[in-house]
């Protein structure tokens, strides 16, 4: 999916495919959705990972996979803070200490479409078709990610390709900051008026983004081991090399924590001719207050 970062201006306007529902599941059921959620994305990406990378990857990728859906992960790792009620009435002064609000995560994927001959900020669509350079479409589409949380908390953004090629987003080497995040700031990747074109690796591609109060070392642990898998960079493939045939055909959208979801909005956002945008983004809550968020973002890659 990502190449490089770079300057260069998308140059086409895509066609719109049909858009995902909002997971806002309240009262559904959220671990037994997740369970489905899980068993669906299992069965799209791990047929397509072992034909083109073999099947010491394709266990990496499942663990990562599981991990990533794991929701009782960060509970089992982080040793829970002291109850600040608890130790005010222990010295004696008892005070009302009101519960943490439930998570908030704003996101918005972007892409480039020139208008009037400026480039344009707009939002990618769940199942819209977007295109790399490396067809007939032009310069093809580059790409920009933001998100905001309401509260310190620990955010990991993964892509999976069309191939089932994993690899993370935020934290990254896209990325210049890292966990935690601070509240009610937007984190932009890449920054000021970078974007990130498409490789030409094709097939239908997914934006995990989760939120979590604490870290997640479990999740960390299995990028590690997803990142000792290495491919060669498709630009330098040689003409008689194996080309990667396999692509993931259909979505795998995975929701998990869920309360409800509204329209929001990131400000300052950069062209890449340096102009700021405002752009629409999507704001996830969770449904509890101790519980972290998970949503996918997910489009064609042709």
Not at 2 to 16: G, P, Y
């Amino acid at each position: 999916m990502l190449r490089s970062l770079c300057r260069r201006r998308a140059s086409k306007t895509v066609a719109v495919g049909s858009a995902l529902l909002l997971a806002g599941c309240a009262g559904m059921g959220l671990g037994v959705l997740a369970d489905v959620a899980l068993g669906a994305a299992r069965k799209t990406f791990l047929g397509v990972a072992t034909d083109n990378y073999g099947e010491g990857y394709r266990d990496d990728f499942d663990k990562l996979l599981q991990t990533l859906t794991n929701k009782d992960g960060a509970a089992a790792a982080a040793t829970a803070p002291a109850d600040p009620a608890a130790a005010a009435q222990a010295a004696g002064a008892p005070v009302y200490v009101p519960p943490p609000t439930p998570l908030e995560l704003d996101v918005a994927v972007m892409r480039e479409e020139i208008k009037d001959g400026r480039p344009i900020p707009v939002p990618v669509l769940d199942g819209e078709v977007l295109y790399d350079r490396f067809g007939s479409h032009g310069d093809g589409d580059n790409l920009k990610l933001n998100f905001r949380t309401n509260a310190d908390c620990y955010v990991y953004v993964i892509a999976i390709d069309g191939t089932s090629w994993a690899q993370p987003v935020f934290p990254s080497e896209y990325a210049g900051y890292t966990n935690p995040v601070r509240p009610n700031t937007v984190y932009t990747i890449p920054e000021g008026s970078n974007w990130i074109p498409l490789d030409s690796y094709r097939g239908i591609e997914h934006l995990y983004f989760l939120a979590s109060r604490t870290p997640r070392p479990d999740l960390e642990r299995a990028l590690v081991e997803i990142a000792a898998h290495v491919r060669p960079e498709d630009s330098q493939r040689a003409p008689g090399e194996r080309p990667l045939l396999a692509q993931v055909q259909s979505d795998a959208p995975i929701a998990r924590g869920l309360d409800k979801a509204r329209v929001s909005s990131f400000a300052g956002v950069q062209s890449s001719n340096g102009q700021d945008h405002t752009v629409p983004a999507q704001a996830f809550f969770a449904s509890r207050a101790d519980g972290d968020v998970l949503v996918t973002r997910w489009f064609r890659h042709e």
